[in-house]
Each structure stands twice: as C-alpha cells, then as structure tokens.
C-alpha cells in the first residue's frame, strides 16, 4: 500500500506531499513541490539498505547534490516514507500521532 505525507516547510513558505510505495528491495518515492531545488529530486528509486545510516544515505547524497539547506525538512520527510513503507515506523503509530513537528517555543 502507498504512503503519502505532507510537508509543510513554513519557514519557505513551501507545502510538499511525499509518495512512497515499497517495490522490491527498492522504494519508489515522488513530491509534488513548488520549490525548485527540491524538483530536482523529485522522482527517485531509493534503494531500502541505502536508508539505513544517516551519513551514507542515498535520500541525504540526493539532497546534498540539489544543495538543500542544512534545515530543510524535505528529506527527513522522504526517509519517514521510505521507515513507514518498509516497516521499520508502524503505519498505525503513525496514523495515531498524525504528525511531528519541530517548535520554535523561544527565539
């Protein structure tokens, strides 16, 4: 079954939806995206084992090729699909708690 999540990028004024679906020891991933830097990864068959660490990671190699700012939250929403579509976050935790954030209590 496909995932799909939103991403609302606030602070670029971007909202973004991530498609998943899990095909073989591959996960087909594309955003629908009014930000051009992130168009340029818009469609991508990330290899599953390629997700696993943070620094050798295909979804974060991508992002560092299309010169995405160090706090664009495109990508951790991208690796968020690729865990809810091969098991590693429950789809029902995930429906359950609706989202996460990042809050800016005091700046």
């Known amino acids: 079954m496909t995932t799909t999540i939103s991403v609302n990028s606030a602070i670029c004024g971007f909202n973004h939806k991530i498609t998943g679906k899990l095909d073989g ?47 664009c939250i495109v990508p951790s929403g991208v690796l968020h699909v690729c865990r809810l579509e091969t098991g590693m976050i429950s789809k029902t935790l995930a429906k359950q708690v609706g989202k996460i954030s990042i809050d ?3 700046v």
């Open 25 to 71: 020891k591959n996960i087909i991933v594309d955003i629908e995206t009014p930000c051009e830097k992130i168009k340029k990864m818009s469609h991508m068959v990330i290899p599953m084992m390629e997700t696993m660490d943070i620094k050798d990671n295909f979804v974060m190699d991508r992002a560092k090729e299309i010169h995405c700012t160090p706090g």
């Open 104 to 106: 800016f209590d005091e």
